[in-house]
């Protein structure tokens, strides 16, 4: 009975825990702010990012990349909306990379299992969630 009562309580202050990583701000140091892409947006880079995003990131992010992807209900918090065009546009390719990169509370970081150009490809498949967005607004204000 104890045993149960305790791991209760370690469920519920993770769970607490976890809660409150995701209301706080994610900083990012300057340094990896001001870093440029050094991996152009051609369409080699946009399919190899969009095979990583679909392999590691769509289960939380989706398939259109607003943030409504299958465990979004299983999350303590909500998955970054990349459709969100003036948020994303406000972020750097290096605030973005490093993100990426070190991830926080349940998303890993993912700078062990892609490299570094594979990382920027990513960041340049997720920009383009934010233009398909704009451009549909573009199309039906017309």
């Given at each position: 009975m104890r045993r149960a009562g305790a791991a209760g309580a370690a469920l519920l202050m993770t769970t607490m825990v976890l809660l409150a990583e995701g209301r706080k701000p994610w900083p990012v140091p300057a340094e990896a702010k001001q870093r440029t892409n050094p991996v152009a947006a051609t369409a080699a880079?946009?399919?190899?990012?969009?095979?990583?995003?679909?392999?590691?990131?769509?289960?939380?992010?989706?398939?259109?990349?607003?943030?409504?992807?299958?465990?979004?209900?299983?999350?303590?918090?909500?998955?970054?909306?990349?459709?969100?065009?003036?948020?994303?546009?406000?972020?750097?390719d290096g605030e973005i990379f490093w993100r990426l990169s070190k991830g926080r509370g349940l998303m890993p970081g993912f700078e062990k299992q892609l490299n570094e150009r594979q990382r920027w490809s990513v960041v340049n498949y997720l920009r383009t969630f934010a233009k398909?967005?704009?451009?549909?607004?573009?199309?039906?204000?017309?």
């Open positions: 880079s946009l399919r190899e990012g969009g095979r990583f995003y679909r392999e590691l990131c769509l289960i939380c992010h989706g398939e259109r990349g607003d943030g409504n992807g299958p465990w979004r209900d299983k999350l303590a918090t909500d998955p970054s909306d990349f459709t969100d065009a003036k948020r994303i546009a406000a972020m750097t398909s967005q704009t451009q549909a607004g573009a199309q039906r204000a017309h």
